[in-house]
């Protein structure tokens, strides 16, 4: 049915009234600030229930010569321990290639790989027994970084290839040219609810599989597929999640199966929780990048021509490697026209753990690549940097075309960005720096403003679907169950809110039940920022045939026209009646009118083409910049955020609290990525970084005292839930200019002459590295100017 009602009626019709656009509390707070949340492992266990632990491989590659369990099968309280002989179906938890073992059989790819499953009374007898195994590896060569996979042409998929326009004719225009390398390490997901699934048998050889996952379908599809069943056999269920990070989205897969696989062998409820050190060792993280790049432009700073080869550490599976390398090469442009460009990438096979999605699925390490570069032209030209990325901004009407073909029709970084230098005292604050650094010779000050371009779907087209199930209670209230997972992000809230607004109830009226692969079919992750996107608009389908249904009763009892009833302030208005929702309903249940209904939504408009790598992947662009203030100790390299601004382009947001939550989350989150979060691998590849003791996510006291987030409120000119635009991800990108304030701030030992080589993380090792290296660089560029006794004519084509 259709509804008529513009939106400037529906406002005045309701004085106001909406449940959407407002901000109101995570619908767990409260649950989640007393500790009654449920998660996984909270979940009251079942008699008989069992616990298991995986045995891990201490070499990075190698074939099993013997796997002797004898000793773990003599600890106390060990019930059985299966290899990957004891998997009734498929030994595979890949989510899109099957080259991805549940448990090893004959050869080990990294050091961590889960080899058995040991199932006994206690979690902690089972991690206890896990150790005991006897193990003779022959050991294999091993692959560990991007550059020996590039070497090696170790791959685990075919590289891709984007190309526009005439890269090499480009490059021979071009009055300048840079090049140079880049290494943006890898990042731990780090959510504080580790990995976990409690798989419970159910009759006829059914199971119920309670677990912390992004994608309770594909956790379904994995466990029918390793016992052997189909999915009707199944249910995954997930309340929620202590976070997820994209780390849940194919990962929990591991653990599920192993905990399936364990309760099925042995008909009784097994628990597989994951310790933070194992879960580090086993789950893959986001892919560092290593990039090889040449840009040519002109003395405006304008890039004419740009090459890039990225090459990920994809590990030793294919994993979601493919989509974030993807992803990446699709934001390798952010927020600039690139003419004639030669994007590559190459998903590098290695001998570490299978890397994964991360918050921003590629999109950050496509995007930091260009910054850099964009960084370096303007040291280069002695230009301020916000300047030269304005000159190379996308147009509105013209060089808005990217290079995968879609054209940018919603640019708002012109306006976003003019508010932001306004707001930010950009300026200003640049002189005052200025000033400061040249009076103190130990303590730097930098400064960094960058802008954020985000493409928003599934850049799978099929992915961006969902469903829901909206049940109206004949005492008036309201449950919805939708595909979507809560890890925090407030999906939830928003769906509510949704519902809330076209039934026009109170939230309070309005309930989500857990995710259940038994009441809503064949989800996507929640993850690619869609989550309220996809299931607020299949909620929102689903709660409009209840609204016409009942519409079209009130007006069989009171007169009227279908179009002229208001659903608001908990009351039907019709034929100037209003009648209290709950009495409604229970007058429709007795006239046998359907209470309930499914919905569902795909988002239209979408295309791509993987093999030219053109097409239109994305439903709209989300926005956004960030300026940020640091100060350096140039003598340890430690450092401070002193004062961080952010504007945030979230449409017109459906809740605005939550919102900001979301973007200081990944701003602070990011800042990590970049700064103080380090993957360290020794020489056989083990990782040693894999605890809270040698892995360093940032704390409360690493948060700007001075942190000044806000939404660029503007209605989305796609089509989306009631105009938002998505947060979950694209604000990750903000911090880029936490990492290129300290690259300023390092710059200045060397009057900003020249480019200091700073790697990702930047923690202070590295600082102290990219100091030394200016300061050397500098010192030998005095001494040529010194001789040559005048300006240098070459300065301006500086690179490192
Ligand atoms: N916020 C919290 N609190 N916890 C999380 O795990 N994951 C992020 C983001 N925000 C995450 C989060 C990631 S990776 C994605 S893709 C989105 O939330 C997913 O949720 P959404 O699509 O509903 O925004
Ligand atoms: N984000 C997250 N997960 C995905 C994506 C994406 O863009 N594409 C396929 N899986
Ligand atoms: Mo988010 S990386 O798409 O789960």
Redesign the pocket.
Known sequence: MNHPVTQELANELTAGWSAVGVSRPHESAELHVLGQATYTDDIPELQGTLHAALGLSAKAHARIATLDLAPVRAMPGVVAVLTADDIPGTNDCGPIIHDDPILAQGEVLYVGQPMFIVIADTHTNARRAARKANVTYEELPAILTPQQAKAANSYVLPPMRLERGDAEAAFARAPHVARGELFVGGQE?F?LEGQIAYAIPKEGRAMLVQCST?HPSEMQHVVAHALGLNSHHVTVECRR?G???????SQSALWAAAAAIAANYLKRPVKLRADRDDDMMVTGKRHCFWYEYEVGYDDTGRILAARVDMTLRAGFSADLSGPVATRAVCHFDNCYYLSDVDIRAGCGKTNTQSNT?????GGPQGAIAIEYVIDEIARNLGKDALDVRRQNFYGIGERDETPYGQAVVDNVLPELTAQLEESSEYRARRAAIDRFNAASPVLKKGLAFTPVKFGIAFNVTHLNQAGALVHVYVDGSVLVNHG??E?????NT?VMQVVAHELGLDLRHVRIAATDTSKVANTSA??????????GKAAQDAARQIRDRLAAFAVTLHGGDVADVHFFGDAVHVNGVSVPFAELVQKAYLKRVQLWSDGFYATPGLSWDPKTMRGHPFQYYAYGAAVSEVVVDTLTGEWKLLRADALYDAGRSLNPAIDI??VE??FIQGMGWLTTEQLWWNDAGKLMTHAPSTYKIPAISDCPEDFRVRLFEKPNVADSIHRSK????PP?LLPFSVFFAIRDAISSVGGHRVNPPLNAPATCEEILRAIDAVAAQSQSLQETNFQKSGSDPEFGKLSH
């Open positions: 997901q959510y992004q999640m976070g997820g990070f994209g780390g849940k989205e999605a991360f918050r921003g699925f979507g997972t890890m925090g992000q407030g999906v928003k929640t993850a690619a920022s869609t989550g309220a996107d996809l299931n939550g979301q989350g990944a998505a947060v979950g991800e990750l």
